[in-house]
């Protein structure tokens, strides 16, 4: 009983040290935000950051962001899952804190129980409260996961990997009652923080290592079956309270452009290399991004902050000494035997392409993800577990004081060398000037959509030259805001016809996108030029401006304004034209069955919004009715209510993405709703005054959390009431 309650004591007692680290470094990035740039963009700003700006926006005025109409011109953006919403400290610090200190607060706090998780797992197997510490800042901060500082969604849903494990294998050892409805919490909460892959192999993860753990615990064959069928029950339960946001994402998935299988040839772009091994020992044995130095990322080749797992000399030196003693003395073989099997395995995974396991890649869910190389994830936290396994021991077995002083000043040396080389690589720049206006923001009005074009490489040009050491190359980066990339217009309230996303875009804006950008023309590489199709397709759309990198040659979009920085030159263009109406009646309205229909219509010219392809109406084509007037319009929110006379028949349309969970009402009556223009959510009016209504309806949303919400109260029933399993 004393030990116990000493353990606990000095549980809390490192738990509190891992506190204090944190705020150390809570305050030190204080009045700063990430800004570390990548290949085309910086993930950090161009992503992360403005989905949580986005989303503290949202939560502070006491809505969920379940669509935007800044993102691809309409967009599911909760239902995509990466900002993160059902979170809980997002939910939490992005409601009541300014947003610098939540967005900081949040990685900071996912660090926290990446060590607390990590510490309580290798406490639970016995090993020195003090090389847990040690050993789980090394985990925090190798560079599987501090190179991935500016994927927050992924920090965040791997927060809570160590923390399940510790849970699920106390289980195992306790048969705690409570502790099935923990780990049950917790897996929906790694959902919840918004990274798919990251759920799949996390949970894979922890489910091989458990069925390890039965293994080695000699338990009879019908205990270990049972054990996994309840492992098995707790991870579906996860997933059932999860279904707010799985039955949401599930909806996306089937009108998305990227299939839930994808091509091998997708699935396995971006592995980790045999040649990327030395990475775990050094850091920049094939040159430094910040630099300027590392090779162009390729299909084949991978990205440095995807296939940098390193760990440092000094681990792997008390490693190669520990692993001596504990196969001299037969300390813990098995557990370390497996648990270098297992780093070996997820090793094999990241190697995607590269792998003997190569063919697993063409199966599902193997198949559902690219970036193999995220496998290190798991690969690093056997690999660390290990290591405190078998370097306890060789603290265990050190009989002179001096000795164990020696192996904890090498530990703490090697977090010296992690801590340092991550504060050297990433890029913190002032709140103020990440969060700044630019001067195109100021230019394009909030109502209407534009499309950027050329960032991709003025941006690479300094990435792959230059990197970011010197502060000329940061100015050009903070130039390049004026391009408004997707989706850091979000930070500035702007409608962009594109998303950055690397999961689901709806399928049709995406067809259409690509549509424009096939079709944009160069002349000798200096000029684009937009033929009259082009300029009716980007008609339909809505575009109304245009940033590039190039001028650009056309009758319509006329010159605003040419933005200069060094060599770099961003030029914005606008069609006085196009508006930002909400809607369009069309004089001519053509049936269309297929997409190539489309296609052939836009080849023709015969595409405008007065000439307009709608799918599965009940007649070939029509001459629309043109007389109506309109007495209120009023957008609320997302949905919009319009009260108007029409003298007859009319059909009607909202320039508004179309989406299953759209609804028309007319007169408090759902009518049906006909896609238009691909994109546009199309009508038929009758004759008369209306009162109508576009309405966004969460209905999956709403169904899972009523499932969910049923669900737990029948998990607690059932956990509580029956006998120890």
Same mark, same amino acid.
Request: proline share 3%.
């Given at each position: ?253 089937? +009108? #998305?452009? %990227?299939?839930? =299988?994808?091509?091998?040839?997708? !699935?396995?772009? &971006?592995?980790?290399?045999? @040649?990327?091994? *030395? ?87 193997? +198949? #559902?993800? %690219?970036?193999? =190389?995220?496998?290190?994830?798991? !690969?690093?936290? &056997?690999?660390?577990?290990? @290591?405190?396994? *078998? ?335």
């Amino acid at each position: 009983m004393e030990k116990k309650r000493s353990s606990k004591i000095n549980n809390f007692l490192f738990i509190g040290i891992y506190f204090l680290l944190y705020c150390i470094i809570f305050f030190t990035i204080k009045n700063k935000l990430l800004f570390t740039p990548d290949f085309g963009e910086s993930d950090a700003y161009h992503l992360n950051l403005s989905l949580k700006y986005f989303l503290a926006q949202n939560l502070r005025q006491g809505k969920i962001p379940f669509w935007t109409n800044q993102l691809q011109g309409g967009y599911p953006l909760f239902s995509e899952g990466q900002i993160g919403t059902l979170f809980l400290p997002n939910l939490l610090f992005f409601k009541f804190l300014n947003f610098p200190d939540a967005y900081n607060l949040v990685f900071v706090f996912s660090l926290f129980l990446i060590s607390s998780g990590f510490y309580l797992l290798l406490r639970e197997f016995k090993v020195k409260a003090l090389i847990s510490l040690l050993l789980s800042l090394i985990f925090t901060f190798s560079g599987t996961i501090s190179l991935r500082w500016v994927h927050i969604n992924l920090i965040q849903s791997f927060s809570l990997t160590p923390l399940l494990c510790y849970v699920l294998i106390k289980y195992f050892n306790s048969k705690k009652k409570s502790l099935p409805l923990i780990a049950t919490l917790v897996i929906s909460q790694i959902i919840f923080a918004g990274h798919l892959q990251i759920v799949f192999i996390s949970l894979f993860a922890l489910f091989l290592f458990c069925v390890v753990y039965l293994i080695l615990k000699k338990k009879s064959l019908s205990e270990i079956s049972i054990n996994i069928v309840f492992l098995f029950f707790i991870i579906i339960s996860g997933f059932i309270l999860s279904l707010s946001q799985i039955l949401p994402t599930f909806l996306l998935t089937q +009108n #998305s452009s %990227r299939l839930l =299988s994808l091509d091998y040839n997708i !699935a396995t772009s &971006f592995p980790f290399t045999w @040649a990327h091994l *030395i990475s775990y020992f050094t850091l920049y044995y094939f040159g430094s991004p910040k630099l300027g130095t590392y090779p162009p990322y390729s299909n084949d080749w991978g990205i440095f902050w995807e296939n940098t797992p390193y760990l440092g000399w000094p681990l792997f030196l008390l490693m190669f000494t520990s692993l001596i003693i504990t196969i001299k003395k037969n300390f813990s073989k098995k557990l370390v035997f497996f648990g270098l099997l297992l780093t070996i395995f997820f090793i094999f995974l990241a190697l995607g392409k590269n792998s003997p396991f190569y063919f697993i890649f063409s199966f599902f869910p193997f +198949n #559902s993800f %690219r970036t193999p =190389s995220k496998y290190l994830l798991a !690969a690093n936290f &056997f690999l660390v577990f290990t @290591a405190g396994i *078998i370097i306890n021991n060789l603290y265990l077995s050190l009989k002179h004081q001096l000795s164990k002083i020696i192996l904890i000043i090498l530990l703490l040396f090697n977090i010296v060398i992690l801590i340092k080389f991550t504060f050297n690589y990433q890029l913190f720049l002032n709140k103020d000037i990440v969060l700044s206006t630019p001067k195109s923001s100021n230019i394009i009005d909030n109502n209407s959509l534009y499309l950027t074009l050329g960032q991709g490489n003025d941006w690479n040009d300094v990435f792959l030259n230059k990197g970011w050491l010197t502060e000329n190359s940061i100015n050009n980066y903070l130039f390049f805001k004026n391009y408004l990339y997707q989706n850091s217009n979000l930070l500035f309230g702007k409608k962009i016809f594109n998303i950055n996303t690397g999961t689901f875009k709806l399928r049709r804006p995406e067809y259409l996108k690509d549509l424009v950008e096939k079709n944009i023309s160069l002349e000798d590489k200096k000029t684009i030029i937009i033929d009259r199709k082009l300029q009716n397709l980007l008609e339909i759309i809505g575009i109304r401006y245009i940033i590039s990198s190039l001028p650009i040659q056309d009758d319509a979009y006329k010159l605003l304004t040419s933005l200069q920085n060094n060599k770099y030159k961003i030029f914005i263009y606008k069609d006085s034209q196009i508006g930002s109406e909400l809607f369009y009646v069309p004089k001519k309205i053509k049936k269309i069955t297929f997409l190539n229909e489309f296609t052939e219509n836009y080849q023709d010219d015969k595409i405008s919004l007065s000439h307009s392809l709608i799918e599965d109406i009940p007649f070939a084509a029509i001459t629309n009715n043109e007389k109506y007037s309109l007495s209120h319009i009023e957008t609320y929110g997302n949905n919009l209510k319009i009260k108007g006379s029409f003298k007859n028949k009319t059909f009607f349309v909202l320039q508004q993405n179309y989406y299953p969970e759209w609804s028309v009402y007319i007169d408090g009556k759902r009518t049906s709703i006909y896609k238009t223009n691909l994109i546009h959510i199309g009508f038929f009016i009758p004759k008369g005054t209306h009162d109508i209504e576009l309405r966004y309806e969460n209905f999956y949303f709403k169904l899972g959390l009523v499932i969910s919400f049923m669900y737990l109260l029948l998990f607690i029933f059932i956990l509580f009431k029956l006998k120890r399993l």
